[in-house]
């Protein structure tokens, strides 16, 4: 199995506080992503990496930026964070092209 | 675009039942075609996979077929136990395109 730690695994915040949480990576692949998963939508998809540096936006990225400054580390900050933000993020990992996901084991985030 | 379509849950079935989740899909091409559980209070890990097809994908007693003829990867098994109780979810994967996954199905499976 991948890797993958997310840290840290439970945080409360307060509405209009800075928040970053950290991916961290193992297996040196290429592609990280950053989801959110909340009642009756599944999985939605924030914000993904294909390179140092190089980041791209998914569905949901408002309100949220992303860095990745070395292969092994994704990191999903809110740069105030709302209650609407309150979820569960997963991090994930892959090689692209048609391979498996490989996902942490989320960060439980509560916004009050 | 790309879609995934899962059975509404959850799904309730008691111990050794026959457990069949449906998932059909829309893409272009031929997408890879996959499985993921989640047990509770992990990430989702890959359950099976199928990349062509006509292709079986198999796995701790789950079974799912790559039918392009009717875009469908119904994820079947044919004895449930407590333990697989968990959220499934189906997922395409086309080329590098990001990949779609289903809203999920809740399982629980009672003794």
């Known amino acids: 199995d991948a890797g993958i730690t997310q840290s840290p695994r439970h945080k409360v915040t307060e509405t209009g506080t800075p928040v970053t949480l950290r991916c961290h990576q193992t297996e040196n692949h290429r592609y990280m992503y950053w989801y959110r998963q909340d009642p009756g939508h599944g999985l939605r998809l924030i914000h993904y990496?294909?390179?140092?540096?190089?980041?791209d936006k998914g569905e949901v990225s408002d309100g949220y930026s992303v860095s990745r400054s070395k292969t092994e580390d994704f990191l999903l900050t809110l740069e105030s964070a709302t209650s609407s933000q309150t979820s569960v993020y997963f991090c994930?990992?892959?090689?692209?092209?048609?391979?498996?996901?490989?996902f942490g084991p989320g960060t439980r985030l509560l916004v009050l | 675009g790309n879609s995934v379509t899962q059975m509404e849950g959850p799904v309730t079935l008691s111990e050794e039942a026959f457990l069949t989740i449906n998932c059909t899909y829309t893409?272009?091409?031929?997408?890879?075609l996959f499985w993921y559980v989640q047990y509770p209070g992990e990430g989702l890990q890959l359950l099976l996979k199928?990349?062509?097809?006509?292709d079986k994908g198999s796995n701790k007693g789950f079974e799912a077929t790559y039918r392009k003829e009717t875009t469908s990867f119904h994820l079947e098994k044919g004895s449930v136990q407590v333990s697989d109780s968990a959220v499934y979810f189906c997922?395409?994967?086309?080329?590098?395109?990001?990949?779609?996954f289903g809203t999920g199905t809740k399982l629980q499976v009672i003794p």
């Open positions: 994930a990992t892959d090689q692209g092209r048609e391979e498996t996901q490989y």
């Open positions: 199928a990349t062509k097809a006509d």
């Open positions: 997922a395409l994967s086309r080329g590098y395109q990001k990949v779609t």
């Open positions: 893409a272009t091409g031929y997408p890879s």
């Open positions: 990496s294909y390179g140092v540096k190089d980041t």
